[in-house]
């Protein structure tokens, strides 16, 4: 139990690394680091002893959320690929040989 919490607890920099590099504003930082919270403490079976709806919680933030942004994910590559394939076709896109002459 303690060697998780240890884990999960130098995760922390994370976030905040993100925070200095790209400058994120405040409030986005704060939400993305509430929903880590979340899912973080719903593996922790301490938490959820203390707080059961915690465990929903954080089941809605891993299903929901994530697999909305996945499937997100999937379709701008999806378009991405599309557009390089018709680029190709036309003759737009260099090739690996023309772009290492």
Do not use: D
Not at 17 to 29: K, R
Not at 43 to 57: D, N, S, T
């Amino acid at each position: 139990m303690y060697a998780g919490a240890g884990m999960y607890s130098a995760w922390i920099h994370h976030p905040y690394n993100c925070y200095l590099l790209l400058q994120v504003h405040f409030s986005l930082l704060s939400l993305v680091l509430l929903t880590w919270l979340f899912v973080v403490f719903r593996e922790l079976p301490v938490f959820v002893a203390i707080y059961p709806p915690l465990y929903e919680v954080g089941t809605w933030i891993e299903q929901v959320v994530n697999g909305s942004v996945q499937r997100a994910a999937l379709g701008a590559a999806g378009v991405g690929t599309l557009i390089l394939g018709i680029r190709a076709l036309v003759g737009k896109e260099p090739g690996l040989i023309e772009m290492e002459i």
